[in-house]
T-cell receptor, first 111, second 113 residues
Framework: KQEVTQIPAALSVPEGENLVLNCSFT??????LQWFRQDPGKGLTSLLL?????REQTSGRLNASLDKSSGRSTLYIAASQPGDSATYLC??????????FGIGTKLQVIP | DAGVTQSPTHLIKTRGQQVTLRCSPK?????VSWYQQALGQGPQFIFQ???????QRGNFPDRFSGHQFPNYSSELNVNALLLGDSALYLC????????????FGQGTRLTVV
């Protein structure tokens, strides 16, 4: 059974700081990994998708890496802004397209 | 291009009642998955529909059922509602072929009283 863990559970940083969110998964037989952002009470917004054959993906100030063999992914946010405050979720897609989520990291960027 | 749309956005039901939630996938997508997200938790996979059939199912009781229509839209039905069914219900659409990105709707907030 796939299990996804995200560390830390919560993070508070001053504006402008670079930060790293971590995601680990127990079964390395995945097809892809996706990072999402969720604002309070809202749905999920896709940030980055990394296929199992890829090592990293970048979009603007966001960079996500994937080390499938060790079951780890990181989301790097450069020059954080108050608008980045949200919960960040990691999800892995395994066999039969089943997707397993972590609980998320709640990020607060302080102006 | 409309993304994934869900209706209604909010719903209040009484324990024991039945509820139906609806989802229209992103244009061009043929697969719909449903998730339940309790407060402070990550989304939990309920089931997935493709070609009008349930293809995969998570660890949810038979009170949870669904349907997919020929236009790929989908419904989630929950019978005999329990207080513990209160959650945000999320719908995601994707393509069956290839490891494509999943797109989520804004969710339906269900409160059971």
């Amino acid at each position: 059974k796939q299990e996804v863990t995200q560390i830390p559970a919560a993070l508070s940083v001053p504006e402008g700081e670079n930060l790293v969110l971590n995601c680990s998964f127990t079964d390395s037989a995945i097809y892809n990994l996706q990072w999402f952002r969720q604002d309070p009470g809202k749905g999920l917004t896709s940030l980055l998708l990394i296929q199992s054959s890829q090592r990293e993906q970048t979009s603007g100030r966001l960079n996500a890496s994937l080390d499938k063999s060790s079951g780890r992914s990181t989301l790097y946010i450069a020059a954080s802004q108050p608008g980045d405050s949200a919960t960040y979720l990691c999800a892995v897609r395994g066999g039969y397209q089943k997707v397993t989520f972590g609980i998320g990291t709640k990020l607060q960027v302080i102006p | 291009d409309a993304g994934v749309t869900q209706s209604p956005t909010h719903l209040i039901k009484t324990r024991g009642q039945q509820v139906t939630l609806r989802c229209s996938p992103k244009s061009g997508h043929d697969t719909v998955s449903w998730y339940q997200q309790a407060l402070g938790q990550g989304p939990q996979f309920i089931f997935q529909y493709y070609e009008e059939e349930e293809r995969q199912r998570g660890n949810f009781p038979d009170r949870f059922s669904g349907h997919q229509f020929p236009n790929y839209s989908s419904e989630l039905n929950v019978n005999a509602l329990l207080l513990g069914d209160s959650a945000l219900y999320l719908c995601a659409s994707s393509l069956a072929l290839g490891n494509t990105e999943a797109f989520f709707g804004q969710g339906t907030r269900l409160t059971v009283v």
